[in-house]
C-alpha cells in the first residue's frame, strides 16, 4: 500500500515538474507564437463568420430571451450584417497576425499599418465587445468550481445556465483581445529593433528613474482607490437599508430578492480590500515581506505576485465600465448607472499603477541581458532598506 502510494506520490510530482516546465517555457517565448495564436483566432472566427453568413447556427450576438442575453454592445444584431464583417474582419486578421510573425524589418509604413490594425483588434476584443462577465468570472471563480461539481442552488439548471453561449463567446473573444495584444507589442518591439520580450534597445537609456515610477504610481494608485468608492459606498449602504440613490421601491424589491443584497455588500467589500491591496504596489511591503508574516519577513516578494492579479482586474474591470455608456437600462437611477462608470477610470488607473510596479521591479531580461542583474537577498533592516530603495517615502528625506 505504502509503494502504491509512494508510486502515485511520485507520478503527481512529475506530471507537476513537466507542467510547470512547459508553462515557463511558454512564457518566456510568448514573443514567439502569440502572433500565431492571434493569426489562429482570427482564422477561426472568420471561418465561423463566413459559416454564420450563410445561415449557420449559433451566431453569438443574435437576439435570444433576456434572461440570456449578455451586455455586450453587439448584442441584438442582426447575423446578416454582422456576420460578414466578422468574416472579413477574422481572414484579414489572420493574413496581418501572420505578416506580424515575419522575421524581416519591414518598412516604416507598412509597419505602421499593421500595428494599427493590430491595437484596433486588441482594444475591440477586450474592452469594447464584452460586458461585465469577465469580472463576474473572476469575482466568483471560487463559487463557479463549487457549483461545477454541486451544482447552482435555486432554480438555475447547472453552470450552463450562468456559462450560456452568449457569455461564453464573450469569453472567448476577450481571450483574443489579449492574444491581439501581446503579439502586437511583440511586433512592435521587433519593428523598432528592440528586444520582444522586454523591450529595450542597447542605445537606450535605463528608461524613467525609480523615483519616476514610483511618482506615477502612487497618482495611479490615489485613482485607482478612489474610483470605486462611489460603488462600494451605495452597496453598503442598500444593505443598510438606506435607499441612496435608489427609490424605496426598488430599495424593497432588492430586499425581497434572495441574496441580492448580499452579493452587492461582498463585492463592495471585496473593492475595498482590494483597493488596500492596491497600495502594494507603491508600499514598501509590496516589495518587501512585512514582519508579520514572521516566515517570509524581510524577504523580497516576488513581483508576479502583484502584477498577475492587479492586471488581471485591471483588464477585466474596464469593459465592464464600457458596458453601461450604452446600456440605456441602468439609467433610471444614478446610483446602477453613475457609480459603474467610473470602473473604467479604476481599470486604467489600476492598470497605470501595475505598469510603473513592473517597470520598477523588473531585472535583467532572459533574451538579451539588459537590465539590472539581482543582487543577494536583502539582509538589513526595513528601515534600512525602505531609505536605500525608497528614499522619496523614507522618514527625514522628504523634501
Keep these: 500500500m505504502s509503494g ?62 433576456p434572461a440570456r442575453a449578455s451586455g455586450s454592445i453587439l448584442e441584438g444584431s442582426r447575423v446578416e450584417v454582422v456576420a460578414p464583417i466578422i468574416a472579413v474582419l477574422g481572414l484579414v486578421g489572420a493574413v496581418v497576425a ?11 509604413r507598412s509597419a505602421a499599418a499593421l500595428m494599427v490594425f493590430g491595437w484596433a483588434a486588441a482594444i ?55 492574444l491581439w495584444a501581446t503579439a502586437t507589442l511583440a511586433y512592435r518591439r ?17 528608461g524613467p528613474s525609480r523615483q519616476t515610477l514610483l511618482r506615477w504610481g502612487r497618482w495611479a494608485v490615489a485613482v485607482a482607490c478612489l474610483a470605486p468608492l462611489p460603488y462600494e459606498i451605495t452597496r453598503i449602504a442598500w444593505y443598510l437599508g438606506h435607499p441612496l440613490g435608489v427609490t424605496p421601491d426598488f430599495l424593497r424589491m432588492m430586499q425581497d430578492t434572495p441574496g441580492m443584497l448580499e452579493v452587492g455588500l461582498g ?23 512585512p514582519r508579520w508574516i514572521w516566515f517570509k519577513a524581510g524577504r523580497r516578494v516576488p513581483p508576479t505576485l502583484a502584477i498577475v492579479p492587479a492586471s488581471i482586474v485591471a483588464v477585466t474591470i474596464i469593459p465592464a465600465g464600457l458596458m453601461f455608456l450604452w446600456t440605456s437600462e441602468a439609467r433610471g437611477t444614478w446610483a446602477m448607472y453613475v457609480p459603474s462608470l467610473f470602473w473604467t477610470v479604476w481599470g486604467v488607473a489600476l492598470g497605470v499603477a501595475t505598469i510603473a510596479y513592473h517597470l520598477r521591479r523588473r531585472g535583467a531580461c532572459r533574451h538579451c541581458g539588459q537590465g539590472p542583474q539581482p543582487g543577494p537577498e536583502p539582509r538589513t533592516s526595513l528601515d534600512q532598506r525602505q531609505v536605500r530603495d525608497d528614499p522619496v517615502s523614507a522618514p527625514g528625506q522628504r523634501a
Design 98 to 108: 501572420w505578416l506580424m510573425t515575419r522575421r524581416a524589418r519591414p518598412g516604416r
Design 190 to 206: 521587433r519593428a523598432r529593433g528592440a528586444c520582444a520580450s522586454c523591450g529595450r534597445r542597447h542605445e537606450e537609456g535605463g
Design 124 to 178: 475591440g476584443l477586450t474592452v469594447i465587445v464584452p460586458d461585465y462577465t469577465l469580472i463576474i468570472l473572476v469575482a466568483f471563480a471560487p463559487l463557479l468550481l463549487v457549483f461545477a461539481f454541486t451544482g447552482v442552488p435555486g432554480d438555475q439548471g447547472g453552470i450552463g445556465d450562468i456559462l450560456y453561449w452568449h457569455r461564453t463567446n464573450l469569453i472567448i473573444v476577450f481571450v483574443g483581445g489579449l
Design 4 to 65: 502504491s502510494g509512494s508510486r502515485t506520490a511520485a507520478a503527481r510530482a512529475a506530471v507537476g515538474a513537466v507542467w510547470s516546465s512547459v508553462t515557463s517555457a511558454c512564457w518566456r517565448h510568448w514573443p514567439t507564437w502569440a502572433g500565431w495564436a492571434a493569426g489562429g483566432f482570427s482564422l477561426l472566427y472568420g471561418l465561423l463568420g463566413l459559416y454564420w453568413t450563410a445561415g449557420g447556427d449559433g451566431f453569438p450576438f443574435a437576439p435570444v430571451d
Design 267 to 289: 463585492c463592495a467589500l471585496a473593492s475595498a480590500l482590494g483597493g488596500v491591496l492596491t497600495h502594494g504596489l507603491v508600499a514598501r511591503w509590496g516589495e518587501t515581506y
